[in-house]
């Protein structure tokens, strides 16, 4: 167990839902990041948040809108998607002392497909 | 823009047979280098982290290197069991001023054979 949970665990939804991914950090952690894991692609990051101030959003479509109430949790909030943003879900953690060579925890993911 | 390149994509290796992953970066301007592991469905687990200064680290029977001019870092599995069968992923951070980004490779996928 890591520290770092996710719900749900797998969603499915069409292109005109609306939904929300949670994530949710019991390690004390001030850095929260969102990432995307499609098949045969590299893990990208989306959103980082250092002290509840998101600090990168990584050209990341508006249908994704993330937000972060406090240090420990973090949402991604889903709107009108698309088949191909079907894909893993990962949420992570870390110290967040900017520089540091502290490691991120990684959540189980949300597997999500968009019907 | 930093390109991150695992070789091999897969490894199907019989139990008890020494291995190596290796992974390529194209910008050598990192902060450090660090090594995940990731079982089916699941998130990611780091396994060793290496900062820009160093050349290796160890932890039991896995040792990562660095060498941070030419782009490359191996993991080395000693001993591989059924258990470390799972994807490899190498991931880089870049320099300390900018912040927290990092650049994974696509993995390796290691089976272990019984």
């Known amino acids: 167990e890591t520290g770092v949970t996710q719900t749900p665990r797998h969603l499915v939804m069409g292109m005109t839902n609306k939904k929300s991914l949670k994530c949710e950090q019991h390690l004390g952690h001030n850095a929260m990041y969102w990432y995307k894991q499609s098949a045969k692609k590299p893990l990208e990051l989306m959103f980082v948040y250092n002290f509840k101030e998101q600090t990168e959003n990584n050209s990341v479509p508006s249908r994704f809108s993330p937000e972060c109430p406090n240090s420990s949790h973090l949402f991604l909030h889903l709107h009108t998607l698309q088949p191909e943003d079907s894909a893993l879900y990962l949420c992570a953690s870390s110290r967040g002392t900017s520089g540091s060579a502290d490691t991120q925890y990684f959540g189980p993911g949300t597997r999500l497909t968009v019907l | 823009k930093q390109e991150v390149t695992q070789i091999p994509a897969a490894l199907s290796v019989p139990e008890g047979e020494n291995l190596v992953l290796n992974c390529s970066f194209t910008?050598?301007?990192?902060?450090?280098l660090q090594w995940f592991r990731q079982d089916p469905g699941k998130g990611l687990t780091s396994l060793l982290l290496i900062q820009s200064s160093q050349r290796e680290q160890t932890s039991g029977r896995l040792n990562a290197s660095l060498d941070k001019s030419s782009g490359r870092s191996t993991l080395y599995i000693a001993a591989s069991q059924p258990g470390d069968s799972a994807t490899y992923l190498c991931a880089v951070r870049r320099e300390k001023s900018s912040g927290d980004k990092l650049t994974f490779g696509t993995g390796t996928r290691l089976a272990v054979r019984p």
């Open positions: 910008d050598s301007a990192i902060y450090n």
